[in-house]
């Protein structure tokens, strides 16, 4: 349960991280990062666990559904972080922006995957080379384990923003702020 929270509250720093520099400039501290997701983080770790059953659900009925569950829910802990949304609302949101651009989702979810998981594959055989001991073992998945985490939280991070400016409406005009807005009396 530690491991669950403290990676869930990585991953939701991540999350904001990647919303501070989207301006160009990073603003907040890790204190900072880290304020902004407690708020969420009961949301982040119940969202995590449904995911994680309903993924793993689907990969047991023939692999596809768990593969479609995957993509479709590819940015629920931005979801939640970002928008504030409760757990099950964060499930229906994240579909609603995947939808209609599932395939170059999957696609990026599965390379990050990739990559992560040849990266334990390194890490893994690295350990087998020095030593065959069970210690050497558990620090090197360990080892794996910290420098793949951030993987999946960048992903979803800037899969969000990506599909928030995809799917962006145009702008509504704006009256500049130096004008005044008069109430309309319907006289002309």
Do not use: C, N
Request: hydrophobic share 55%; no cysteine.
């Amino acid at each position: 349960m530690v491991s669950l929270a403290v990676g869930t509250l990585y991953q939701g720093m991540v999350v904001e991280l990647v919303r501070d520099v989207q301006d160009g400039r990073l603003d907040a501290s890790v204190g900072d990062l880290m304020r902004s997701v407690l708020p969420v983080l009961g949301p982040l770790i119940g969202a995590g666990l449904l995911a994680g059953l309903g993924i793993a659900g689907g990969f047991f009925l023939l692999i596809v559904p768990g593969l479609i569950l995957l993509t479709m829910w590819a940015v629920i802990a931005p979801v939640i972080v970002v928008e504030h949304r409760g757990v099950f609302d964060a499930f229906g949101r994240s579909r609603q922006l995947v939808k209609g651009h599932g395939w170059p989702v999957f696609g990026t979810v599965a390379a990050a995957f990739l990559i992560a998981f040849l990266a334990g594959i390194v890490f893994i055989l690295v350990a087998g080379s020095i030593a065959s001991g069970p210690i050497v073992r558990i620090v090197f998945s360990a080892l794996a384990s910290t420098i793949t985490a951030p993987i999946e939280a960048l992903v979803a991070s800037v899969l969000y923003f990506r599909l928030l400016a995809i799917k962006a409406q145009p702008a509504a005009p704006t009256v500049p702020p130096s004008v005044p807005q008069q109430p309309d009396d319907g006289l002309g």
